[in-house]
């Protein structure tokens, strides 16, 4: 069993940053694939960004590449998504997620990852 703690969620302009934090225990990296999901209110849920490969590789869903960023700290068991320039289709409840298979965020393995955190709320106002 891996539990998933999300932190960093808040409220800020369209055009500011924040940077969410997961901390996993135990630390998974390297058996699945962690990143992010999010869920805004009467939309369905979609892969944010995600790292795999024992961090070799990423993905970013499409309307987030080249402002979020994906990393870990393999020393702090602790995944991160540095958000910039956010917009207001950025708002929703973002989950951290971990799985066997990356395919999870991109809808590739036909089913959710099998480990969520409690999800954090973001906020962007314009």
């Known amino acids: 069993q891996v539990r998933l703690v999300e932190s960093g969620g808040g409220s800020v302009q369209a055009g500011g940053s924040l940077k969410l934090s997961c901390v996993a225990s135990p630390y998974t990296y390297e058996n699945h694939a962690m990143g992010w999901f999010r869920q805004a209110p009467g939309k369905e849920r979609e892969g944010v960004a995600v790292i795999y490969g024992k961090g070799k590789y990423s993905y970013y869903l499409d309307s987030v590449r080249g402002r979020f960023t994906i990393s870990q700290d393999n020393a702090k068991n602790t995944l991160y998504l540095q958000m910039n320039s956010l917009n207001v289709e950025d708002t929703g409840t973002y989950y951290c997620?971990?799985?066997?298979?990356?395919?999870?965020?991109?809808?590739?393995?036909?089913?959710?990852?099998?480990?969520w955190g409690q999800g954090t709320q973001v906020t962007v106002s314009s």
């Open positions: 997620a971990a799985d066997r298979a990356w395919t999870s965020w991109n809808g590739g393995s036909g089913r959710a990852p099998d480990y």
